[in-house]
Structures are given as structure tokens and as C-alpha cells.
T-cell receptor, first 115, second 117 residues
């Protein structure tokens, strides 16, 4: 699976949009971009994933560049409860095989939302 | 989203005893579940992949005889830490794989904090 690079930390004011970048310059054509977050002392929470089109759900938007070498997770109106470690993970998304589905977590970005 | 539970949420045991952790998918069936371990201030490390009805696949460096995994049904996987020692103290997290319209994803349990005295 392709390696990702994220800034170690970011700050955001409450109510503003939080834009978290991720570089994945070695991504392959069949690899998806996944975003998870982990609030302190809890299990990770799935946020969103995409292949090449931009995606939006009730939690966030995912913007993937045309060359797919980078992406941005957008939390449109950050709240204090969005303070967490955000992980960008790239992996094959095709179902099948007993080993598919493995997620490799890096260090992620610590997002701190300030009042 | 899909819900995954873990039990217990916290356990303290004496060195040399065994501890069993349960992971359940509550509203979906999961043929594949995963077990992770997280030490303080570190990221999650995958320990093993658990497939229903077959033997688990362990990551390099994880002792299969120490960390016993059983995935007897489509909604339950268990991790047993045998002969636990203080260095096994960690945050153990499971996840369950679910197929979605665009590939698949994983939903995680809340984690189990194991402290070995």
C-alpha cells in the first residue's frame, strides 16, 4: 500500500473549516484514500473514503487532486469535539481474499480545535 | 454507521494469567475482523487478521501462541492474551470489515485497556 505524509499537528478555530492535507504521491490506480480519526482513549472512527472523485458525507468532504497524489479532508464547521488524531490511509479497496482490508496507520495529524 | 462493541472495556490482571477480549459486530455480519494494539503515544499496530471459520493471519513479530484469536461466528471474534506479562499492557482495539458500495471499510470497537500487574 502507498505511503502517506501528513503534517504532525494543526490548529483550527471553532466554527471554522478545518482542512487536513495528505500526500500520497506513490498511490496506485486501484488504491483508495481512507480517513479515520481517533479521539483520545477511544477506537478509531471511520470518516470517509474515495478513489478519484470528491466525496461528501454528513461528517466531512474529501477532495482528491486530479493526479491523485494528494488529498484534503475538510471538516466544514469544526467543533471542540473534532479535536483528535486524523489518519490518512491509502490501500486497495477491492474486496476479496483473506488479507484484503488491512489498514496501516501512520502517525496522523493531531488536530486541535480552539474555542 | 455500523457498530462494533468490545468487552471488557478495561481489565487489570496479575502476571501469568490469561485474559479474553471479545469483539462483536452488532448490526452487521463480518467475515473479517482485525486486532490492533496501541501503546501510549504511538499509533495503532495491526496484530492479526481474523477470518470467520479459519485460522487467523498474524503480522510479523506477533506470537500466535501468546495471542490466541478465534472467529467462530460472523459477529464475534475473541482475542486471548495467554500468560500475560506487564509488557503486554496496552490498548487493544478490534475492527470489523464491511463491504460498501465503493469497496470496503472497517468499523472499530471502543478498545480494551489491559493492565498487567
Amino acid at each position: 500500500d502507498a505511503k502517506t505524509t501528513q503534517p504532525p499537528s494543526m490548529d483550527c478555530a471553532e466554527g471554522r473549516a478545518a482542512n487536513l492535507p495528505c500526500n500520497h504521491s506513490t498511490i496506485s490506480g486501484n488504491e483508495y484514500v481512507y480517513w479515520y480519526r481517533q479521539i483520545h482513549s477511544q477506537g478509531p472512527q471511520y470518516i470517509i473514503h474515495g478513489l478519484k472523485n470528491n466525496e461528501t458525507n454528513e461528517m466531512a468532504s474529501l477532495i482528491i487532486t486530479e493526479d491523485r497524489k494528494s488529498s484534503t479532508l475538510i471538516l466544514p464547521h469544526a467543533t471542540l469535539r473534532d479535536t483528535a488524531v486524523y489518519y490518512c490511509i491509502v490501500r486497495v479497496g477491492t474486496a476479496g481474499g483473506t488479507s484484503y482490508g488491512k489498514l496501516t496507520f501512520g502517525q496522523g495529524t493531531i488536530l486541535t480545535v480552539h474555542p | 454507521g455500523a457498530v462494533v462493541s468490545q468487552h471488557p472495556s478495561r481489565v487489570i490482571c496479575k502476571s501469568g494469567t490469561s485474559v479474553k477480549i471479545e469483539c462483536r459486530s452488532l448490526d452487521f455480519q463480518a467475515t473479517t475482523m482485525f486486532w490492533y494494539r496501541q501503546f501510549p503515544k504511538q499509533s495503532l499496530m495491526l496484530m492479526a487478521t481474523s477470518n470467520e471459520g479459519s485460522k487467523a493471519t498474524y503480522e510479523q513479530g506477533v506470537e500466535k501462541d501468546k495471542f490466541l484469536i478465534n472467529h467462530a461466528s460472523l459477529t464475534l471474534s475473541t482475542l486471548t492474551v495467554t500468560s500475560a506479562h506487564p509488557e503486554d499492557s496496552s490498548f487493544y482495539i478490534c475492527s470489523a470489515r464491511i463491504l460498501v458500495s465503493r469497496g470496503d471499510t472497517q468499523y472499530f470497537g471502543p478498545g480494551t485497556r489491559l493492565t498487567v500487574l
